[in-house]
């Protein structure tokens, strides 16, 4: 069958209609309330290929070695083409056409991707996620066929491979849906989403429903009580924009909204009673609380669509019991939070780190970008030296592995195989071990417990430094990434950039920066990551291989390192930036590419001037720069007239340099404070302009995790805040708060 509809489709049909076609029909076959739709099924897109030719045609170009960049962006290129222009057979041609027709009244239909090859862990890996809003019967076709050729990005070939899938052995269905012209719209959890209490909670705002699930529209709150159906609590918010279809062009737009409707409630009784109805018999339906998307359009509710809440927490919290002696040994910096037990391993050499084995406790005078794997292995990590913003502490923090930094004598007080319980919040290391915890899994422990994501206007990101802390970074449920450092994929390699083109010769180097890249991008896709380029300082890249190179200053800290120092080695900075152009034409469109440690105009200038020339569109592309300097802060201007997509506070080395404190410097560590009147004036001072340019602004520093920091940024309306992965759902909540402290205000 070239095309199924709704109404025939239930949950088993996953094969033929791909996941989301199927779960749509499964609510149409329960009687709910869902926009008419028809499948263009898995076989259509099976006899397309059979019929055209194509099968064969696209194996032999998809026999390519995916690790050789070019070759896999040429395979990518030319599989789409085949797919783009192919004409359909008549007979499919026919029938979609005429199944359009059914839907009367040439409507504007949603066309959208549905993978039907469940057992790959996230369709959005595999090219599946295409969709195209507003097409109308002229474009239905094509948009079909862009559904398809979605197969072929060079990201969904590369992740086939990786993964062992046949590349022919994958089936695409397409769902054509009647676009709903949503007056009002939102989203309801049909059972209290952290403890299942029997209360439904709705959040609703103007226009479509992109704006809500999005985030970018504050929406209205209302609770109800589930059983007598009393409207229990209604929090009304500001709403500035609703997001619509322009009359005229028929795309999807951000619209202000009218004065006089920003502060009026968007649901009346009657429709909060409807659409808790509906919520009853979907939980129902499934038997589990759903997460329901909903639409109002004419006064008729819509479902878009409901996912199970699958994080409900039951209540089983036990308190840690811990069964130590008691006995403090050493203590330090709690650097990365959570306790941890097993046999102490010190570590020497390099060549120990054999002995580290699953849940053993790491021991060592510092870690090194060597460790990264021993470290994942450990359940503990203790060390003699390093602060805060040490390799040990980013590392650590980001594989989610609690750490006691910088005690200075673990190494000689503690002995091998000693067992011993780390505290990485209070800083402490005992003897003993507690009893034995649950395997630890530290991609769950990032996993919000409860699925309602604080609603923000305000994004919150979070920062990656190792491309191994990708996955979990992820599942904090951040925006996107705010700060992704490449220094630490340059340490990983052990050698200085210039010593391993020596070696491994240019193209090497750009792919290593791809590759550790895209670790990153593929987990966020489609969520924006923020890349930055290196920020090399002597000092630190002189203990690598070829390091003996590295020149000497009297002040590393005010020398020769971020954008200064890539002017001025323009070879490697052309080779980063290749990596970037070569990102994009793989499709990674959420990679976004920013400068460290610029000065002024004439620096962002030069950067731009010198992204373009490795072929990056810096009229398309976001690209941005740090403020890291006073003399940037004052150049908020020039960033803008530039043509900078947004600024980002690096607020470590802003306090630094603003007053006079090194920041590695222990002597002086009272004295770093980065809300301190004259780090926050500059900050405030950013703001403004960019504000008035239409910039974003945002911070990576580590005092984004600060409480106050994130509510005087969220006051002075600063677009973005990127937080260290154990701190986004702390700042997602700070910023809800001061948001609606701000909206209170202003109604009272
Ligand atoms: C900063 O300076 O705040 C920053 C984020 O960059 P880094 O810590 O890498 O210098
Ligand atoms: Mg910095």
């Not at 599942?475 to 020596?502: C, F, K, W």
Request: hydrophobic content about 40%; glycine content about 8%.
């Amino acid at each position: 069958m070239p095309v199924r509809w709704l109404v025939d489709i239930s949950a088993e049909d996953v094969p033929s209609v791909g996941g989301k076609g199927a779960s749509l029909g499964e609510l149409t076959q329960a009687g709910l309330p869902v926009p008419s739709a028809f499948v263009v099924t898995a076989d259509t897109y099976r006899t397309f290929l059979e019929e055209t030719g194509l099968d064969e045609e696209l194996s032999d170009v998809l026999d390519v070695d995916v690790e050789d960049s070019a070759a896999l962006a040429d395979a990518a290129a030319t599989a789409k083409e085949l797919v783009l222009d192919a004409d359909l057979p008549d007979e499919v041609a026919e029938t979609v056409l005429a199944a359009y027709d059914d839907l009367g009244d040439a409507p504007f239909v949603a066309v959208r991707s549905s993978a039907t090859a469940e057992d790959l862990p996230d369709a959005s890996f595999a090219g599946q996620q295409e969709t195209y809003l507003n097409v109308t019967r002229e474009d239905l076709l094509d948009r079909v066929r862009r559904c398809w050729a979605s197969l072929f990005t060079q990201r969904a070939i590369y992740y086939r491979e990786e993964q062992g899938f046949e590349h022919d052995a994958v089936d695409i269905a397409v769902v054509v849906q009647r676009m709903v012209d949503a007056e009002k719209s939102g989203v309801m959890f049909t059972s209290h989403p952290s403890t299942g209490a029997p209360t439904t909670i709705i959040e609703a705002a103007w226009g479509l429903g992109e704006g809500v699930v999005s985030g970018s529209v504050s929406p209205d709150n209302y609770v109800l009580d589930r059983k007598s159906g009393d409207v229990t609590d209604v929090t009304v918010a500001e709403k500035k924009t609703l997001i619509t279809r322009d009359e005229a062009t028929g795309e999807t737009v951000e619209r202000d909204v009218p004065p006089e409707r920003r502060e009026e409630r968007v649901l009346s009784e009657a429709e909060l009673e409807e659409l808790r109805k509906l919520g009853e018999r979907v939980e129902d339906h499934y038997g589990t609380p759903q997460d329901v998307e909903w639409a109002i359009a004419d006064g008729e509710v819509f479902m878009l669509q409901s996912r199970p809440i699958t994080t409900i927490d039951d209540g089983a919290d036990i308190a840690e019991e811990t069964a130590t002696d008691g006995e403090s040994l050493v203590s330090g910096l709690g650097a990365s939070p959570g306790i941890a037990s097993g046999a102490a391993r010190i570590v020497r050499g390099l060549d120990e780190l054999d002995k580290v084995g699953q849940g053993d406790v790491i021991v060592t005078e510092m870690t090194t970008p060597d460790m990264v794997p021993a470290m994942k292995r450990a359940s503990g990590i203790v060390t003699d030296e390093g602060g805060m913003t040490s390799h040990a502490a980013i590392v650590s923090r980001e594989l989610g592995v609690p750490a006691v930094l910088g005690t200075g004598s673990a190494t000689t007080v503690l002995t091998d195989d000693q067992p011993i319980t780390i505290d990485g919040d209070r800083g402490t290391v005992e003897a003993g071990r507690a009893e034995p915890d649950e395997q630890r899994e530290p991609v769950e422990e990032a996993r919000p417990t409860t699925p309602v994501k604080p609603m923000t206007a305000t994004e919150v990101k979070v920062n990656v430094s190792i491309p191994e802390a990708a996955e979990r970074a992820a599942a904090t449920g951040a925006d996107g990434v705010g700060l992704l450092r490449t220094e630490h994929m340059i340490l990983s390699t052990n050698q200085t950039p210039e010593r391993y083109v020596e070696k491994h010769g240019a193209d090497a180097y750009t792919d290593e920066l791809v590759q550790g890249i895209r670790t990153v991008a593929d987990e966020f896709y489609p969520r924006p990551v923020r890349v930055r380029t290196l920020d090399a300082p002597t000092d630190e890249f002189r203990q690598l291989e070829g390091g003996e190179n590295e020149p000497h200053e009297h002040n590393p800290m005010l020398g020769y390192r971020g954008l200064r120092r890539s002017l001025e080695e323009r070879e490697l900075f052309e080779l980063e930036l290749a990596a970037f152009a070569e990102l994009y034409e793989m499709g990674y469109d959420n990679v976004e590419v920013m400068f460290p440690l610029v000065t002024d105009g004439r620096d962002a200038e030069a950067a731009r001037d010198a992204l373009a020339e490795a072929g990056v569109d810096t009229e398309k592309r976001r690209w941005g720069v740090m403020v890291e300097t006073p003399a940037a802060a004052l150049c908020a201007e020039e960033f803008c007239e530039a043509g900078a997509s947004f600024v980002s506070f690096g607020t470590n080395d802003l306090t630094q340099y603003t007053l006079a404190v090194d920041r590695n410097n222990e002597l002086v560590a009272d004295r770093f404070d980065e809300l301190h009147p004259s780090v926050l004036a500059l900050i405030e001072g950013v703001i403004e302009t960019c504000r008035e340019h239409d910039v974003d602004t945002s911070i990576c520093g580590q005092a984004g995790s600060k409480p106050e920091m994130v509510d005087f940024l969220v006051e002075r309306g600063v677009s973005s805040i990127s937080a260290n992965v154990d701190a986004v759902r702390d700042v997602q909540h700070e910023a809800k708060r001061v948001e609606q402290r701000l909206i209170l205000d202003d109604i009272r």
